[in-house]
């Protein structure tokens, strides 16, 4: 019962990519197990078992499983998991038989494709208007004779035969053997083969389209190769989106001989391509190695299968660990497109790691991942390249004239051909890192491997930390012409994309240089299209685009220090940047060549990457600006403050700690106070950089306020706009423990206001700073800032425990008010102090926090999801990445937030941040344990830490589980938007869309007036304003002034008043960063009529039926009550819906 349950656990892990195909229920399921509950979640029930059957000793076969299961996993879990995942990636026996049917019936069609009479190759008349060839005739020019005729024979090849075929992307490949008759043996040259397979394959589709056991046809591009087009037919009915049959045409075996396909020699005439008289002979002639791997890929595909096919009988395990490989591969995006690393290569790379015995035939489908990847991490095809070959023949390549004309080398076992012909070396370094994070996270008992590694997905935006795009593709076109790239061109047919983008990535990577860790591109994806249309030309394809996963501590340096000047390198490095190179001297007094590039703020130190690929790309390639365009740091405009210098925070947050340090080491050296200082803690958000909009040091317009006299405090006169929100920036003072202290809760009190009294005074005289005394904390002035000192006895909470029981008995008993005062001089402080060394880490920490709170309250969820829990949610990304690297700017973490909170299972799992990596593996079994057996009554988004691994006291209060649900539903739909935004470069791109919230869930919005809105400035859409608000620019001095009104803003007093007011009939939502407005929304049992009486008669009416008198709630009241509470304050009352109707 426990391993089914388990089992079940595991299908629910499963991604919708890979199971919105899965119709099938295993037929041999006891369906007795699992009963569907009303609620649509799965409740189980005891199956009835034996006496016997219930205490039976383990099979020999049991105990062989469970001993795999101890030495292979982390757990017995994982097993489960991979087997449960295999079932959902394989094909079902039912599905099996659709596909022979349909194989059969295509078969059988192909058999009866008529003859046609013979015509020039250049002369398509016979075709219809309504099937196009699927190949760019260009150049037009063309020798040669076709007709068409029945296939020489029909195969299946492919990944189905081989039984490795997965979902939810069921492609079955078949292939069709030309008629000798209608090939020549010259037609490897100039494009000949490759264009009479193209109008073979039109033919085919010409004949078909007239069959109803075809249901839809169209072409597309083997692996995005264009001069390898398959056409690809589907099925009539409901069974079309289940799978695809793609069509390819071969020439017979043996037609070419495979020494014509050596990557040194040339099989298209530069005469031919450019239409000019060339004399020049053969051996001048420029080798074309990419067409010719083309051509000779047609020409092994059956030798391919059979050699597989062999492998795979020998390995019972092969087809399993070949599925898993490509469930890996495909969350990484690194299956389809143009130089993919497809599951043909997979396949051939597994069967490579077979034959040399790097692998054992005996080994299970997860032990063949792991040497796989392991292999892949350890090894690099882009200098030493791997051979399946074992007995070449002669006219075979070496491996020196593989590496020399590609990048990537694996050669199939006739060792003629490149299987990575087109794959660049950036797509295999890819492959290479991902192959050894993997690792690095499966061996890490603290990571979900499973989880991580096969359920997640890794498209660009989330994985690279900077995204460019070039987005007129046309423009290579000039930049291949600049470059002379003409013989690349010839090899490449044309296509001006792939041929330039070598040379891009090279130069990008030489620039870039110490700044990145890895360079990827997007793949050119594999173009589809109707059997009527002509084939899409190669600037219709998507933008190309380029991910840098940066290196933090050298990607922002804003100087790009060269050779000495006498250095024989000195010429290059000036080749390589031009104008923008010159001669510098340094304190070290070297005179070097040097590149300075513009950054003042951090903000825009994190964007020199940008102008390094911008000047490159217009330098080198003729690349226009405008042609080039960066998502990498659109989001952060909403975070954005600074209006001489844009900043999102760093600077500021600096100049706040900088302020707090100098405070705190004049609180050390203070003299006169009767107990000495033990420590002095920051408790407030910008001390860790995280705050949304750090303070900004203040300088007010005395003519607008009035002066305190009682103290020196600036009061705003009548009439004027609410002034500027000061926030006071807590500080935790902690005396030192004496027995002069009381041990009676209001005697503590006091002796802390007299601490405060004291502390003002000292600070004053010692410092000259304006201080302002209270019971419960000290206010000063310094800086520009007000600094909140509040002082803390560690043993307060203790007492506020102690009760006098009326027996005399001392009793101890936790309640609200020691843990929050806990919370504010103990927890608190502690985090704030603990952030604040991950910020040291990592750089870009902070700004991915104020990101994630500034969506947080745009989306009015900043009152159930607290400051403290969301720079927790967001320390966990950078603690514990996987399947990722450590976000490496500000938008890449926000997107990875979102994808947290919309992905991770809350029900079922705690989120266990690992603070300072003191938690162990046995800490986070005994966090999953302790999580699981008491989760009814512990918070539905629960976050553990090392300091609180049971009660998750960060969102103990909130969120709800309707406000979670809303959360996660609203991430989910923000990061939908926000990723399409980034990467559609052809519309209007405004990221501050997934900043407004949807409005039509509540049911009244109270509208503020502008004027006695602070923090209006910080509003995802700031209005147009014409009103001061007190301040002005100019020098703050660093002690004396009077002090403004602090933390006065009257949104938030307004807001508190209406939950006190009307917090049981109502809920009540805000953005605190300048919302201009307050959602209301009913809650559904507050409007249920109530017995009469009299002390529960606020803001109800009465109703009398009969003779009974029953209360509810007077909405027409409450809406003017929400007016009358917040005079002057609100705008006006809009009432939405009338649900109290009901």
Request: hydrophobic share 40%; charged share 20%; with cysteine.
């Amino acid at each position: 019962m426990k391993k089914k349950r388990v089992n079940a656990a595991s299908v629910k892990m499963i991604p919708t990519e890979l199971t919105n195909n899965v119709k099938e229920k295993e037929e041999n399921e006891p369906p007795s197990k699992v009963k569907k509950s009303n609620s649509g979640e799965l409740a189980y029930r005891p199956v009835k078992m034996s006496r016997s059957d219930l205490y039976r000793p383990p099979t020999v076969e049991e105990l062989n499983q469970l001993k795999e299961a101890e030495s292979l996993f982390h757990c017995s879990l994982l097993k489960m998991q991979m087997e449960e995942l295999l079932k959902e990636v394989s094909l079902s026996e039912r599905r099996k038989l659709q596909i022979n049917a349909f194989i059969e019936t295509v078969t059988k069609l192909l058999r009866s494709v008529p003859l046609s009479p013979e015509v020039e190759i250049h002369d398509l008349s016979w075709l219809s208007n309504d099937v196009k060839v699927p190949i760019l005739l260009l150049p037009k020019t063309q020798k040669g004779k076709f007709h068409m005729a029945p296939p020489a024979s029909i195969d299946l090849i492919g990944s189905y035969p081989l039984g490795t075929c997965t979902k939810p992307r069921v492609i079955v490949d078949l292939t069709v053997t030309m008629p000798a008759d209608i090939l020549h043996p010259k037609d490897f040259l100039n494009q000949r083969y490759p264009r009479k397979r193209a109008i073979y394959l039109a033919g085919l589709a010409q004949y078909l389209s007239t069959s109803s056991d075809i249901g839809s046809m169209s072409y597309s591009c083997l692996h995005g190769n264009r001069l390898r087009p398959v056409l690809l037919l589907k099925p009539p009915g409901k069974e079309s989106s289940t799978m695809t049959v793609r069509l390819h045409a071969c020439p017979p075996p043996g037609f070419f001989k495979p020494r014509r396909f050596h990557p040194q020699m040339n099989n298209i005439r530069t005469g031919w391509y450019t239409g000019a008289n060339n004399t020049q002979s053969e051996a001048s002639e420029p080798p074309t190695p990419h067409y010719n791997s083309s051509l000779l890929g047609d020409l092994l595909v059956r030798p391919h299968l059979q050699f597989l096919s062999a492998v795979s009988a020998q390995c019972s395990a092969f087809p399993n660990g070949v599925a898993l490989l490509k469930v890996w591969l495909r969350q990484r995006e690194l299956d389809q497109g143009t130089g993919c690393f497809n599951g043909f290569l997979a396949s051939m790379l597994m069967a490579y790691l077979l034959t040399t015995h790097r692998i054992s035939n005996t080994m299970t489908a997860y032990q063949l991942l792991r040497n796989t990847l392991n292999f892949l991490a350890n090894t690099d095809l882009t200098m030493n390249g791997i051979t399946l070959a074992k007995d070449p023949d002669s006219t075979a390549p070496s491996m020196a004239d593989f590496h020399d004309a590609f990048q990537v080398v694996f050669i199939d076992p006739s060792g003629h051909l490149n299987m990575c012909a087109d794959m660049t070396a950036c797509t295999y370094k890819q492959v290479q890192q991902e192959a050894s994070m993997s690792l690095q996270f499966w061996d890490d008992p603290t990571v979900d491997g499973f989880h991580s590694l096969l359920m997640t997905p890794k498209p660009m935006t989330r994985t690279s930390d900077h995204i460019f795009q070039l987005c007129d593709l046309v423009k290579l076109q000039f930049s291949c012409k600049k470059l002379n790239f003409l013989s690349e061109l010839m090899d490449h047919s044309g296509n001006y994309v792939h041929t330039a983008l070598p040379f891009i990535l090279s130069l990008l990577q030489k620039g870039l240089g110490q700044r990145i860790s890895l360079l990827t591109h997007s793949l050119s994806p594999e173009p589809e299209w109707s059997l009527d249309s002509e084939p899409p030309k190669y600037k219709a394809q998507p933008p190309l685009s380029f991910g840098l996963v940066l290196r933090p501590e050298l990607a922002t340096s804003v100087l790009e220090r060269g050779p000495p000047a006498d250095s024989p390198k000195a010429a290059e490095f000036r080749q390589l940047w031009g104008a923008r190179s010159e001669l510098r001297r340094f304190q070290d007094g070297g005179i070097t060549e040097a590149v300075l590039w513009e950054g003042e703020s951090m903000c825009q130190k994190r964007l020199v990457p940008q102008q390094i690929i911008t000047h490159l790309l217009q330098l080198h390639a003729d690349i226009p600006e405008s042609c080039v365009q960066h998502v990498g740091a659109k989001i952060d405009d909403v975070i954005k403050m600074g209006r001489k210098v844009p900043s999102t925070g760093e600077e500021e947050s600096l100049r706040v700690v900088q302020s707090y340090d100098d405070l705190s080491r004049k609180l050390w050296k203070l003299e006169g106070l009767p107990l000495s200082i033990t420590s002095v803690q920051g408790a407030h958000p910008s001390l860790r950089y995280t705050q949304v909009f750090p303070p900004l040091p203040l300088k007010f317009d005395y003519s607008f306020f009035d002066k305190g006299k009682p103290f020196q405090i600036l009061i705003p006169k009548e009439g004027k706009p609410c002034p500027a929100y000061v926030d006071p920036i807590t500080v935790i003072c902690h005396m030192e423990g004496s027995g002069k202290w009381p041990h009676d809760r209001l005697a503590i009190r006091h002796i802390r206001a007299a601490f405060h009294i004291r502390l003002g005074e000292l600070l004053n005289m010692q410092h000259d700073y304006t201080c302002i005394p209270c019971a419960t904390h000290l206010d000063v002035w310094k800086d520009g800032f007000v600094f909140r000192i509040q002082v803390a006895y560690h043993r307060e909470p203790q007492v506020l425990r102690e009760r006098v029981s009326p027996e005399g008995l001392l009793m101890t008993r936790d309640n609200e008010e020691a843990q929050s005062l806990e919370m504010r001089t103990l927890h608190k402080p502690l985090l704030t102090s603990t952030l604040h060394g991950l910020q040291q880490q990592h750089p870009c920490f902070g700004a991915v926090c104020r990101l994630a709170k500034r969506w947080l309250g745009a989306q009015l969820f900043s009152d159930d999801i607290t400051e403290d829990a969301a720079d927790l949610l967001v320390a966990y990304l950078f603690l514990q990445p996987a399947p990722f690297t450590p976000p490496g700017s500000p938008q890449v973490g926000f997107l990875r937030f979102l994808h947290l909170l919309s992905s991770f299972d809350w029900r079922n799992n705690p989120l266990v941040v690992n603070l300072n990596k003191q938690l162990t593996a046995a800490d986070y079994t005994e966090i999953k344990n302790d999580f699981m057996a008491s989760r009814e009554s512990l918070p539905v988004m629960f976050i553990a830490t090392p300091k609180d691994k049971n009660v998750s006291m960060w969102t103990k209060r909130a969120p709800t589980v309707q406000i979670l649900q809303r959360v996660v539903m609203l991430a989910a739909e923000s990061l939908k938007v926000l990723e399409h935004q980034l990467m559609d470069g052809s519309q209007i791109q405004d990221v501050r869309v997934v900043m407004r919230p949807p409005l039509e869930a509540y049911d009244v919005l109270i509208h503020l007036n502008l004027k006695h809105i602070p923090l209006l400035g910080q509003a995802v859409d700031p209005p147009t304003v014409n009103f001061s608000r007190g301040t002005v620019p100019g020098y703050v001095s660093t002690s004396g002034g009077r002090v403004p009104v602090t933390d006065y803003n009257p949104v938030a007093l307004y807001l508190a008043a209406l939950r006190d007011a009307f917090g049981d009939l109502a809920l009540f939502f805000c953005d605190p960063y300048g919302g201009s407005l307050i959602a209301v929304l009913w809650k559904p049992k507050a409007f249920a009529p109530l017995p009469f009486k009299t002390s529960q008669i606020s803001a109800r009416s009465v109703v009398v039926t009969g003779e009974e008198a029953k209360t509810i709630p007077n909405v027409e009241a409450i809406l003017e009550d929400f007016s009358i509470i917040g005079k002057d304050l609100v705008r006006s009352v809009e009432a939405r819906t009338e649900r109290w109707s009901f």
